[in-house]
């Protein structure tokens, strides 16, 4: 039962990835429909309303796995009727749920609220723990989504002392993760840190306790699987010896049986009697003659005895000097040691400290890093501003470390939109040092100053990065290099320039590659820097591609060599005309095979809009 509320939890998380499209049912499918109506029009008549229910719900999981709302909404409200008349608290709270689930699936978040607080009721009347979270957590990402956030945080605590109370940490763990994202979402983000500080350190616990527990089963496995064979191996030994025993005895027997018949049977009675007095003597002889052997053997033993009597203790006296005088040797070693080991306790100690000490520096630098990569984040605009804009876009992202030296941007100005990607001198923590500044800069320059043409927006970029760093009178020489488009609704028509970067843009199925200006943004004084502006028209679906280096300059591929713009360019003109969420995914997969065994070089930064 909590595997099935735990992936409900999950499912309400997803709400948003859901196509409401309906699908058309298969030939299986619709088997399936009609053997449950059979089975379920049967077994309702007999009046076993719980059988019949559970074929109710399974003719509603295929239409609602199709996107057929309304029949899987029918079908799951029969199947509640008969329920509720069994009184079946566990199945209510399990239909009510999944109806909550379609109506979010649907965006009728009030609905869908109703049926979660019916949820919720049947599992405190239950009193399933496990349940309540799961159902206090569903709450809150319809409140979220109702923009709610007081209410949510509300559940959400409420959700979090159960878990509390239960010390279960993987519910605690999806509460503080819970409220990490609504207090993003309310745009506090210092409880929202908060929180997913608690979150992520829960994540690391549980994950330490299942690889842990992995190990000590394998281990475990292991030794089993050894007694196992050792004792098999021991039986098998046994097995042999006591066969080979048996063996010699059953030829001995059968020897002296075969001897003595032999006898029997050709003497004659009074040869018998001279035979055995024959035998008689010579055993008395045999006896005599072991009587003296043993005599002469315990004579020798005593001899043996007296003389090893006298070596061992001729040993002895000498190993009693040998060890006085070892004894003293050791002593002076055993001084030497324990000195020696004074020494190393403490250097151990030195090394602790100072390994506690490095400890703690790599936890605060390792936690300043995750933190600059939230804030880089958060300055970084949402894709679904971009889709609002566009047909559809892609944005491929991918750090070379936890931060980046290249960002993106977009926005809207009157009936322009401006979209750009920037590649910053360096990456990780240098390179997200410098994006910031280049965010803060495409702010002013196109929100408050309104440029919009992209050579301009290049020249006051160039000019404001000059300033920024006082690379006039310095010697740094950092800089970055861009692509820009400025596409024009009005006019139907699309402007383009770029420093060092291009444009791949297609149109009426033809690819071209427009090469920015051989110029870097700031960088070094260079009073001749003009950026050429180049135009287009929109007349058919166009499609445009600006990117980083990262992606072309990655070694790999059969000759451990770059890909180049020219052989990028001609996989996205064969995948362009996919969903945008295909060719993220065919954009990764390529890199990862062209990468083969190479390390990621840089970052990647790949935008893609549909016209």
Same mark, same amino acid.
């Given at each position: 039962?909590?595997?099935?509320?735990?992936?409900?939890?999950?499912?309400?998380?997803?709400?948003?990835?859901?196509?409401?499209?309906?699908?058309?049912?298969?030939?299986?499918?619709?088997?399936?429909?009609?053997?449950?109506?059979?089975?379920?029009?049967?077994?309702?008549?007999?009046?076993?309303?719980?059988?019949?229910?559970?074929? +109710?719900?399974?003719?509603?999981?295929?239409?609602?796995?199709?996107?057929?709302?309304?029949?899987?909404?029918?079908?799951?409200?029969?199947?509640?009727?008969?329920?509720?008349?069994?009184?079946?608290?566990?199945?209510?709270?399990?239909?009510?749920?999944?109806?909550?689930?379609?109506?979010?699936?649907?965006?009728?978040?009030?609905?869908?609220?109703?049926?979660?607080?019916?949820? +919720?009721?049947?599992?405190?009347?239950?009193?399933?723990?496990?349940?309540?979270?799961?159902?206090?957590?569903?709450?809150?990402?319809?409140?979220?989504?109702?923009?709610?956030?007081?209410?949510?945080?509300?559940?959400?605590?409420?959700?979090?002392?159960?878990?509390?109370?239960?010390?279960?940490?993987?519910?605690?763990?999806?509460?503080?993760?819970?409220?990490?994202?609504?207090?993003?979402?309310?745009?506090?983000?210092?409880?929202?840190?908060?929180?997913?500080?608690?979150?992520?350190?829960? !994540?690391?616990?549980?994950?330490?306790?299942?690889?842990?527990?992995?190990?000590?089963?394998?281990?475990?496995?292991?030794?089993?699987?050894?007694?196992?064979?050792?004792?098999?191996?021991?039986?098998?030994?046994?097995?042999?010896?006591?066969?080979?025993?048996?063996?010699?005895?059953?030829?001995? +027997?059968?020897?002296?049986?075969?001897?003595?018949?032999?006898?029997?049977?050709?003497?004659?009675?009074?040869?018998?009697?001279?035979?055995?007095?024959?035998?008689?003597?010579?055993?008395?002889?045999?006896?005599?003659?072991?009587?003296?052997?043993?005599?002469?053997?315990?004579?020798?033993?005593?001899?043996?005895?007296?003389?090893?009597?006298?070596?061992?203790?001729?040993?002895?006296?000498?190993?009693?000097?040998?060890?006085?005088?070892?004894?003293?040797?050791?002593?002076?070693?055993?001084?030497?040691?324990?000195?020696?080991?004074?020494?190393?306790?403490?250097?151990?100690?030195? +090394?602790?400290?100072?390994?506690?000490?490095?400890?703690?520096?790599?936890?605060?630098?390792?936690?300043?890093?995750?933190?600059?990569?939230?804030?880089?984040?958060?300055?970084?605009?949402?894709?679904?501003?971009?889709?609002?804009?566009?047909?559809?876009?892609?944005?491929?992202?991918?750090?070379?470390? $936890?931060?980046?030296?290249?960002?993106?941007?977009?926005?809207?100005?009157?009936?322009?939109?401006?979209?750009?990607?920037?590649?910053?001198?360096?990456?990780? $923590?240098?390179?997200?040092?410098?994006?910031?500044?280049?965010?803060?800069?495409?702010?002013?320059?196109?929100?408050?100053?309104?440029?919009?043409?992209?050579?301009?927006?290049?020249?006051?970029?160039?000019?404001?990065?000059?300033?920024?760093?006082?690379?006039?009178?310095?010697?740094?020489?950092?800089?970055?290099?861009?692509?820009?488009?400025?596409?024009?609704?009005?006019?139907?028509?699309?402007?383009?320039?770029?420093?060092?970067?291009?444009? $791949?843009?297609?149109?009426?199925?033809?690819?071209?590659?427009?090469?920015?200006?051989?110029?870097?943004?700031?960088?070094?004084?260079?009073?001749?820097?003009?950026?050429?502006?180049?135009?287009?028209?929109?007349?058919?679906?166009?499609?445009?591609?600006?990117?980083?280096?990262?992606?072309?300059?990655?070694?790999?591929?059969?000759?451990?060599?770059?890909?180049?713009?020219?052989?990028?360019?001609?996989?996205?003109?064969?995948? !362009?005309?996919?969903?945008?969420?295909?060719?993220?995914?065919?954009?990764?997969?390529?890199?990862?095979?062209?990468?083969?065994?190479?390390?990621?070089?840089?970052?990647?930064?790949?935008?893609?809009?549909?016209?």
């Amino acid at each position: 039962m909590q595997k099935v509320i735990q992936t409900f939890v999950f499912l309400i998380f997803t709400i948003s990835a859901f196509s409401q499209q309906e699908y058309p049912l298969s030939r299986q499918d619709s088997a399936l429909i009609i053997k449950y109506q059979s089975a379920f029009e049967a077994l309702d008549q007999q009046g076993d309303y719980k059988e019949a229910s559970d074929n +109710l719900n399974s003719i509603a999981m295929i239409y609602w796995e199709h996107n057929h709302f309304s029949n899987a909404t029918t079908f799951y409200e029969e199947s509640l009727k008969r329920n509720e008349k069994l009184g079946n608290e566990n199945a209510i709270a399990m239909i009510n749920s999944n109806l909550a689930l379609i109506n979010a699936d649907l965006g009728n978040y009030e609905k869908a609220l109703i049926y979660f607080e019916k949820t +919720l009721a049947s599992r405190i009347a239950n009193k399933e723990t496990v349940g309540i979270i799961a159902a206090l957590i569903n709450e809150s990402v319809v409140y979220n989504n109702l923009a709610k956030y007081d209410k949510s945080i509300e559940v959400l605590t409420k959700a979090l002392d159960y878990a509390r109370e239960m010390n279960d940490p993987e519910q605690m763990r999806s509460c503080y993760g819970m409220l990490a994202e609504t207090y993003e979402k309310m745009g506090d983000t210092k409880n929202s840190l908060y929180y997913f500080d608690y979150y992520k350190s829960f !994540h690391e616990m549980i994950q330490n306790e299942k690889v842990a527990k992995v190990g000590e089963e394998l281990e475990n496995e292991k030794l089993k699987l050894m007694l196992t064979q050792e004792e098999s191996e021991k039986n098998e030994l046994l097995l042999r010896i006591t066969g080979l025993e048996l063996k010699t005895k059953e030829k001995k +027997l059968e020897k002296s049986d075969s001897t003595n018949k032999s006898l029997i049977k050709n003497l004659t009675r009074q040869e018998l009697e001279f035979e055995y007095l024959k035998k008689e003597k010579e055993l008395n002889d045999i006896l005599n003659q072991h009587e003296i052997q043993k005599k002469q053997k315990t004579l020798i033993i005593i001899l043996i005895i007296a003389i090893s009597l006298i070596f061992i203790l001729s040993i002895a006296v000498y190993a009693y000097f040998l060890k006085r005088k070892d004894n003293q040797k050791l002593i002076y070693q055993n001084q030497q040691i324990y000195e020696q080991r004074e020494e190393i306790m403490q250097q151990n100690s030195e +090394l602790e400290y100072a390994k506690s000490e490095i400890e703690k520096i790599n936890f605060n630098l390792t936690s300043s890093i995750n933190y600059a990569k939230f804030i880089q984040v958060s300055t970084l605009s949402k894709k679904t501003l971009l889709d609002a804009f566009v047909k559809s876009s892609i944005i491929y992202y991918e750090p070379r470390d $936890v931060v980046s030296g290249d960002f993106y941007w977009f926005n809207k100005i009157g009936n322009k939109i401006i979209v750009a990607a920037i590649d910053c001198t360096g990456h990780g $923590v240098p390179g997200a040092f410098l994006s910031m500044i280049g965010n803060e800069l495409m702010n002013k320059i196109v929100i408050f100053e309104e440029y919009t043409s992209p050579d301009e927006i290049l020249m006051q970029m160039n000019n404001g990065i000059t300033n920024t760093l006082n690379q006039e009178n310095s010697k740094n020489t950092d800089g970055m290099d861009m692509a820009l488009c400025t596409i024009d609704y009005t006019e139907k028509s699309i402007k383009f320039a770029g420093a060092n970067n291009p444009l $791949v843009f297609i149109q009426n199925n033809e690819l071209q590659i427009i090469k920015g200006s051989k110029f870097s943004i700031g960088g070094h004084k260079n009073n001749d820097k003009k950026f050429e502006l180049h135009n287009f028209n929109i007349t058919d679906e166009t499609y445009l591609y600006i990117f980083s280096d990262g992606y072309v300059d990655q070694l790999g591929g059969p000759k451990g060599r770059t890909m180049g713009t020219k052989l990028f360019a001609n996989f996205i003109f064969e995948i !362009h005309k996919n969903n945008a969420e295909e060719q993220s995914k065919l954009l990764k997969d390529n890199f990862v095979k062209w990468q083969t065994h190479e390390k990621q070089l840089d970052d990647i930064l790949i935008i893609g809009v549909k016209l």
